[in-house]
């Protein structure tokens, strides 16, 4: 996606001509990370801030660029804004392939990184958390390393923390929650029943997701990971299958072995690992009725135009992930407050939330006639316009 591009559609579809503040970030952010003699690239995009701190997690995966960092700061300004989060946008990310790396050198890499950005880094400036490749411990080193620069205790500087020092219940299942709020939401709208789920990536959104999925009796008769597809057409035992992925490193081996999983019917398609997955080719081929985009951007601009086509609905990333973000502030105000939540109270904020949003999208989707994306844009841009009017006037 070209945010040029979806600027200029955003402002037909929203009738706001002057949509320029949200053609670029604030700021742009890079580093040169020297960790044993290597060096590494590093970035931190701080897109918009009108409507609170820039919010948004580090990446560390091998094609890592400026034009993916941007492209996701983009996005969490438009979610932070959809959710109605009193948060802005940003992201991070380093080019360095994590795999590589024993796990001394990835702590050296989180704390470098701090040391680069300390003075854009804070708890009322912009509030890293974790993203593909980075996890709670990696937000521990970098909690650490700021408090050692600082001398503080500021464990909002950061979110998706472990819960010993100053994480949330609920954190680490949010992105999945905050789907499965949707899931369910969408089913009971569609009118579908028993569901056959196909999910694209096993990490800790496509994991989880498939996880929750599985408890509330949904079939999930397909999963992928970067190193392989594994189907069952009964379903998948999900338990026995997190067992298989910590023993083996990957999901392939555990039922039937396939090539790919995009093509097999089912009712619906969960993509949870990275943007472009679901290319034309694809969408032309899919043979479902949902796509739920639990990863960022994994369905291109064209591919959408013909699920559109298609009468296929897809409910966006920036409303689907959502509960990652939505879990990471309620994170913050923990933090800022000291006082914590049990995971009940968590997870009804969450749900609140997240039906709150989806249902207005899905109301003004049904007035609209557009798609349910443009639907979504449309109410976040005409917050964030609101915020960026009531600032400069
Ligand atoms: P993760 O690193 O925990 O997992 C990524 C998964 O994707 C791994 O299982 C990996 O094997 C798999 N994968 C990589 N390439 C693949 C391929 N070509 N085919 C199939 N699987 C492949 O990352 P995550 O945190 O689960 O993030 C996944 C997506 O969800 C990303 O787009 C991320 O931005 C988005 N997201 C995550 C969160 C969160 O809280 N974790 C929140 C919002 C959005």
């Known amino acids: 996606m070209d945010i040029q591009q979806t600027i200029k559609r955003l402002e037909q579809v929203t ?36 409507r609170g701190p820039y919010k948004g997690g580090i990446r560390f995966h091998p094609m890592v660029n400026r034009t993916e960092v941007e492209l996701l700061a983009f996005w969490m300004t438009i979610k932070t804004a959809l959710v109605d989060i009193p948060m802005g946008g940003g992201k991070g990310g380093v080019t360095i392939d994590p795999k590589l790396l024993s796990e001394e050198s990835i702590q050296k890499v989180a704390r470098e990184y701090v040391r680069s950005f300390n003075n854009i880094l804070g708890v009322n400036i912009d509030i890293p958390a974790p993203d593909v490749y980075t996890n709670p411990q990696i937000m521990s080193f970098m909690l650490d390393e700021y408090e050692l620069i600082n001398n503080c205790s500021e464990p909002g500087m950061i979110t998706g923390k472990p819960l010993e ?22 089913c009971d709208r569609l009118g579908l029943k028993d569901a056959r789920v196909i999910v694209q990536g096993f990490g800790n959104a496509g994991s989880n997701i498939a996880k929750l999925l599985y408890d509330k009796g949904y079939t999930i008769i397909a999963v992928s990971d970067s190193k392989g597809c594994t189907f069952s057409d009964s379903g998948l035992n ?43 080719d694809i969408a032309k ?84 006639g557009r798609n349910f994306r443009d639907a979504a844009y449309t109410i976040a841009i005409k917050r964030l316009y609101s915020a960026h009017k009531l600032r400069k006037g």
């Not at 973000?325 to 407050?337: A, F, I, L, M, R």
């Open 15 to 50: 009738g706001i001509s002057n949509l320029n503040f949200l053609s670029k970030p604030n700021h742009v952010h890079t580093a040169t990370l020297v960790v044993n003699g290597n060096e590494y690239v590093a970035y931190r995009i701080q897109y918009n801030n009108d």
């Open 165 to 186: 020092i100053g994480g949330s219940l609920g954190r680490d299942t949010a992105t999945a929650m905050g789907g499965l709020f949707c899931i369910d939401e969408a």
């Open 238 to 280: 999900i338990d026995l299958l997190i067992s298989h992925k910590q023993i083996n490193g990957t999901v392939k081996g555990y039922a039937e072995d396939l090539d790919n999983i995009f093509s097999l019917p089912c009712d619906i398609l969960i993509p949870a690992a990275l943007e472009n997955s679901i290319n034309l």
């Open 285 to 368: 081929k899919v043979q479902t009725k949902l796509i739920v985009e639990l990863a960022n951007g994994p369905v291109t601009t064209e591919a959408d135009d013909m699920l559109h086509e298609r009468n296929i609905l897809v409910i966006p990333d920036i409303l689907a992930n959502a509960g990652g973000v939505t879990v990471s502030y309620y994170e913050w105000v923990q933090n800022k407050t000291g006082l914590y939540w049990d995971a009940t109270q968590v997870n009804n904020k969450l749900k609140l939330c997240m039906l709150k949003a989806l249902n207005t999208v899905w109301d003004l989707y049904e007035v609209q």
